[in-house]
């Protein structure tokens, strides 16, 4: 569905963002506007709301087992 792959392009955006990857590299890997990228790195970063950071973790433990 189309709110998966959003959803799933907002996730790599993230994981992305956590490693220090810059805008122009992020759009070129994952195709994300620019104005998304913004949005998910101030909910990554700004904003009280921990959501990226979770799924993030929760998947980096699972491709650690």
């Given amino acids: 569905s ?5 959803m799933s392009q907002r996730l790599v955006v993230a ?4 490693e220090k990857k810059v805008y ?9 506007s620019t104005a998304t990228i913004s949005r998910v790195k101030r ?4 904003n009280d709301t921990y959501g990226y950071t979770l799924v993030l973790d929760k998947i980096a433990k699972e491709e650690n087992k």
């Fill in 43 to 46: 909910a990554l970063f700004d």
């Fill in 2 to 6: 189309p709110e998966l792959k959003a």
């Fill in 24 to 32: 122009s590299e992020i759009v070129k890997e994952t195709g994300a």
């Fill in 15 to 18: 994981k992305m963002l956590t």
